[in-house]
C-alpha cells in the first residue's frame, strides 16, 4: 500500500473513532460518568478533531501538489 493510501486508511480511521466518540458524548450514559472521565473524553474528541484537520491538510496539500504539476505555464 503506497503513502497515500496509507494517509487516506489513517484518516478514516481517526473519522471513525471521533464519530463514535462524539455520538458517546452525547449518548444517555456519557452523563453517567464521574467530571474527570467527561474532562478527559472531551479533550480526547477536540485532540482528535485537530489530528483529523491535520490529515486533511495534508491531503490537500498532497492535491495541490499533484494539480499544479499539471499546469502549463502561462506564455507571456
Known sequence: M???KRLI???DEVQSRLDRLSVFIVGFSFA???QRTK????????LLEGYLAVLNM??????DRKWARHQKP???
Open 58 to 63: 495534508r491531503l490537500e496539500a498532497i492535491e
Open 9 to 11: 486508511k489513517e484518516r
Open 74 to 76: 502561462s506564455t507571456p
Open 39 to 46: 474532562s478527559l473524553l472531551r479533550i480526547q474528541q477536540g
Open 32 to 34: 453517567k460518568l464521574d
Open 2 to 4: 503506497g503513502w497515500k
